[in-house]
């Protein structure tokens, strides 16, 4: 099995017909997922690599079945682009667009809350299930993507798109393979965070450990350690944490929106503390999660 996505997922691509997006729609048509439609406004009838494009989301959804939407418009339409896709039936909503002000992120994040839909992102590449679909930009073209996300028994869930790969790929040479891959998002605000994806991973019986890619700034972690104490979760979990040279330099940006650090509860010497009492192994290198895993999981 997986989480969010799997073999019949269907999908829309908004802002299809943008540099990004069309190289996108290539590559998951190439991986095999079932990218159905796009949308931009003023461009119905044309068409991306064979997908049909649309002025609206609702073009689609009124007429067949669509299970997520991918986001790929320009900061300035993005959260347009979000209640749209909400407002119109859609339950899983991928955003990789990057720069969208906090403010924006906080309000259709609280609507897809009161609407029944779950955010991924923003600033994220997207959901793979190996072998199954991938959603998004996560991995590239479709033979890296497949050498890197081999099918297996591993959660991934990581703030950074290309760490997210770059731990897939270890996990896939080791033998252990990914059974669902989530990149998060490297903002302040997300729409899912580790606590908030981890019972989807308990729930599922193909994920036998979880492996996640960790940045100083926020509060993520602390709340990963509350809920591995307060819900008994049996999955064992190891974490990398990058920066940790920026425990010297408070204030300090280390590549994500995401990654201020505002206060000692935001230092990467903080947040593992927080996660080893928890029960979390973090790893020294990203060579040693697959090991670590292996030990814990048998």
Known sequence: MSILIDENTTFIIQGITGREAVSMTREVLDYGSKVIGGVTPGRKGRNVHGVPVEDTVRAFTERERVDASVVAVPPA????????????????????????????????????????????????LGVISPGK?????????????????????VGVMSRSGGMTVEISNALSEAGLGISTAVSIGGDAIIGS???????????????????????????????????????????????????????????????????IVEGRADTTAEKIERMEAAGIRVAERIEDIPRFLKERIG
């Open 193 to 259: 965070t580790y606590a908030e994806l981890m019972p989807l991973f308990d729930a599922d019986p193909a994920t036998k450990g979880i492996a996640i890619y960790s940045e100083p700034g926020g509060q993520a972690e602390a709340q990963l350690a509350d809920y591995m104490r307060s819900s008994g979760s049996n999955l064992p979990v190891v974490a990398f944490m990058a920066g940790r040279f920026m425990d010297a330099m408070p204030g300090m940006r280390f590549g994500h929106a995401g990654t």
């Open 77 to 124: 339409f993005a959260t347009d682009a979000v209640f749209e896709a909400i407002e119109a039936g859609i339950k899983l909503v991928i955003i990789v667009t990057e720069r969208i002000p906090r403010k924006q992120v906080a309000q259709f994040v609280e609507y897809a809350d009161q609407h029944g839909a779950r955010i991924i992102g923003p600033n994220c």
């Open 133 to 153: 679909s991938r959603v998004g930009g996560v991995g590239g073209a479709a033979e890296s993507t497949r050498r890197a996300f081999q099918p297996g028994v």
